[in-house]
């Protein structure tokens, strides 16, 4: 079935690719994580893994060849970080929903 004009694009759109990246990286951000391009997840033994999340070093990264619904699962991992390890972060703040709704 074809996607409508317009529509959001799949979860295994490259998340290079996704119209909604910059949008993560600006969520990451309220999280207190920067989101990152790691190419060395493309070089065995690491080629299997399409990212991860640091708390303690403030880091979201992809592979190069990350899928959007990896990104989304790290960008979850940095959330949780934020909310529950971290409750007086910027997680709750005007910013940060800011950045979650797009009127930042």
Do not use: C, K, M
């Amino acid at each position: 079935a074809a996607r409508p004009l317009g529509a959001w694009p799949a979860a295994s759109t490259p998340a290079l690719a996704h119209p909604g990246l910059a949008t993560a990286a600006a969520i990451a951000r309220s999280y207190g994580a920067r989101l990152s391009i790691d190419t060395s997840l493309s070089a065995a033994p690491l080629r299997h893994i399409g990212g991860y999340f640091s708390g303690p070093r403030g880091t979201l990264a992809i592979a190069v060849d990350s899928s959007w619904a990896e990104a989304v699962h790290e960008l979850t991992h940095a959330a949780f970080e934020a909310r529950v390890h971290r409750p007086t972060s910027g997680a709750g703040s005007s910013s940060a929903t800011a950045a979650r709704t797009g009127t930042a």
